[in-house]
């Protein structure tokens, strides 16, 4: 399949069954090309599986992982699931997961029919990355209208350049506004670890200029191995076959007994898919955070700027912690926002991550108790009695999914799905990263849920999605090779890619792995379970890096201080883990914010904001033991439409960050 539509010879709906004399390949492909037919109704989908699932039954005897054929073993147990459940998530990102949801739900979404005197007009051929020539300097061209895009040319071995092995990074600048006391540019990393810098500039980084100083240039990259930097790292060889994958994803953990030894076998078939299929292009030794900051370092060098600015989110604390350890004479400014713990992410050990998550779930219980049910729908006689609700809930969606029945021809699913334990749990765990926002609509599909309404969940996920994924849909026609940039806002391959080069080989048996899901779910009775692929994303990973960087490599303190800053209680990333980073680098502060969620920018906080700028502008630190409050307390916030009256400069920014940052779903 050559990627376009008209390479598919494709029956009309009612002659599916001359398809079926022909490889099963070609149903597959077929099956995918009609999906994004806006034509199709739910009749007529539910007459095409009716045609092609016996054919399909019957010719699987094994499911194959043959990367270089498709095979009807392959085609059958996932377009069964396509229609029977909704798309479970991928061990790597919880926000994906929900994505891969919406887009079930969008298969089965009312897709209107085109009117039939709708003619695209011809346009021009839109600009793609492919448009910029590598080069070995930064040439600067104009993209996206407001900003500047290169890529550059490095060695893919920094440790032993060649002409032969080389990466290609893709940069983007949002310039300087002012150009009065133009300093070094602000790096910025949305986290992941492979979340794309170039998406994070685009769409987030006006507000982060509006932050540190209109006088900062704001530069991002995506990492080696992510989106527009190429080779990427790419499992699959297309979309198609990567989301075919997903749909098999085991549930959480605890749903049921004995599902983390699913996820263990699947995590050694994935990685082995994955290593083999990134054999030849050799980047898979070369991908770890050393590597990346040194990159950074390289992207800086072009600049032609001495010191580094940084504002690093989530695994972006790592990132700027990498570069500290490897080049403190090179810092400047150094934001250290929503701390990985360096010493666990080093070791593999994520059981910690959870530490503050359940407190999260005590300040749902509290907040929604002391709002009354005007403002909590989930309210009751007292804190306790909320959290048992939730229990509850839960404990029932074990063993009675929801069912959201067929809508009418103008709304809503076409056929009906299923709202699980796994589903709900994941929506959670997407909310609590930015709880002062989500609690009150969650406290809804909670409500619902519970009288076994399940349009609230439905409408919820849809619009967490932006929508998207009814546009783009369940296969994207065409390969997209490792060597080809590609605008992804989170590259789901790179993220194990990534963390498993950092850390310590996982060599763990399926008991250990057992053991670990159960101290991990002690750790956190509400999010534990759901945390608990992090680590198995690991399991059956053999390469290893070429250039390592461990937690003994801290080699003193920065040019300046860093700035460490940290929520009184993070789902992914506790307060202590600030702390114990600040010990490496004794000139460094903490700074709390009394907000929950997951980095400073999942609650406004205008003194918070305030300290941010000062540090950036005039160098300066906030007192040791500094706590900045939310400017909003739980299910108080504003709604994302709703003015705010009185607000000064930096406490409309602050508000502004909350609604819109979207800081990538996993660390």
């Avoid at 037919?37 to 699932?53: C, E, K, P």
């Avoid at 990346?292 to 580094?308: C, F, H, P, Q, S």
């Avoid at 749902?364 to 049910?373: I, R, S």
């Avoid at 883990?577 to 903490?590: G, I, L, M, Q």
């Amino acid at each position: 399949m050559d990627g376009s539509h008209d390479s598919l010879r494709c029956p009309e709906i009612g002659n599916w069954n001359q398809v079926l004399r022909d490889r099963t390949t070609n149903v597959l492909d077929c099956f995918c090309r009609v999906y994004v037919d806006q034509s199709i109704t739910g009749s007529s989908w539910l007459l095409i599986w009716l045609i092609i699932h016996p054919v399909l039954q019957s010719r699987v005897l094994r499911y194959s992982f043959d990367m270089n054929e498709k095979t009807a073993s392959e085609a059958m147990p996932l377009l069964r699931d396509r229609f029977h459940q909704r798309p479970r998530r991928s061990n790597i990102s919880t926000v994906l997961g929900l994505l891969a949801a919406v887009c079930l739900i969008g298969f089965f979404h009312h897709r209107p029919h085109p009117a039939p005197n709708d003619i695209e007009e011809p346009t021009e051929k839109p600009w793609t990355w492919n448009d910029i020539k590598p080069r070995r300097d930064l040439r600067w061209e104009s993209c996206y209208e407001k900003f500047e895009c290169a890529r550059l040319d490095v060695p893919m071995d920094w440790l032993k350049p060649s002409d032969s092995k080389r990466v290609v990074l893709g940069v983007i600048k949002l310039p300087a506004k002012s150009k009065n006391n133009t300093v070094s540019p602000l790096f910025v990393n949305p986290g992941g670890p492979g979340g794309s810098g170039i998406a994070f500039v685009k769409h987030e980084g006006h507000i982060l200029q509006a932050i540190v100083g209109d006088n900062h240039d704001v530069i991002s990259f995506d990492p080696r191995g992510v989106g527009v930097s190429t080779p990427r790292v790419e499992c699959w060889g297309s979309s198609q076959r990567r989301r075919l994958w997903a749909l098999q994803d085991t549930p959480v953990a605890d749903e049921h007994p004995g599902l983390i030894y699913d996820a263990y076998a699947r995590a050694v078939a994935y990685s082995g898919t994955c290593e083999s299929a990134m054999e030849d292009m050799g980047l898979m030794k070369f991908i770890g955070s050393a590597s990346i900051a040194r990159d950074m370092l390289e992207i800086l060098d072009k600049t032609g700027n001495e010191k580094l600015r940084y504002w690093g989110f989530s695994y972006g604390t790592i990132l700027g912690g990498v570069f500290a350890g490897l080049y403190p004479e090179r810092v400047e400014r150094l934001v250290s926002d929503g701390n990985v713990d360096y010493h666990d992410w080093f070791n593999l050990d994520h059981g910690n991550f959870v530490s503050d998550t359940d407190k999260i779930f005590d300040a749902f219980d509290t907040a929604c108790h002391k709002v009354g049910p005007l403002k909590c729908a989930f309210h009751a006689e007292s804190p306790q009695a909320i959290e048992k609700r939730r229990g509850d809930l839960l404990a029932h969606l074990k063993k009675s999914p929801v069912l959201i029945p067929a809508w009418s021809q103008d709304s809503g699913p076409e056929l009906p799905v299923l709202i699980s334990y796994s589903h709900l749990q994941r929506l959670i765990q997407t909310c609590i990263y930015a709880p002062i926002v989500k609690f009150p609509q969650l406290a809804r599909v909670f409500a619902a849920l519970e009288k076994g309404d399940g349009v609230p969940f439905y409408e919820m996920v849809l619009e967490m999605s932006d929508n998207k994924a009814l546009e783009g849909g369940f296969c994207e026609l065409g390969d997209t090779p490792a060597t080809t940039p590609f605008e992804t806002p989170m590259e789901l391959d790179a993220f194990p890619a990534i963390m498993c080069s950092d850390s310590k080989a996982a060599n763990e048996s399926p008991e250990e792995i057992a053991e670990y899901f159960g101290r991990i779910t002690n750790k956190s009775r509400w999010a534990g379970a759901a945390n608990a692929n992090f680590r198995v994303s690991c399991i059956g990973r053999k390469t290893r890096p070429k250039w390592e960087f461990t937690d003994a490599d801290f080699r003193g303190d920065t040019a300046h201080p860093i700035l460490y800053i940290g929520n009184i209680a993070d789902n992914v990333t506790p307060l202590q883990s600030a702390f114990n980073n600040s010990a490496k680098f004794p000139s460094s502060v903490v700074l709390t914010q009394n907000a929950y969620g997951h980095c400073s920018l999942a609650a406004p906080s205008t003194c918070s904001v305030r300290y941010i700028r000062e540090y950036f502008q005039n160098g300066t630190l906030p007192a040791n033991g500094t706590v900045c409050d939310s400017d909003f307390d739980l299910f108080e916030f504003p709604g994302l439409n709703e003015g705010v009256m009185g607000l000064d400069e930096l406490s409309s920014i602050a508000l502004e960050l909350s609604r819109k940052v979207k800081i990538p779903r996993v660390f």
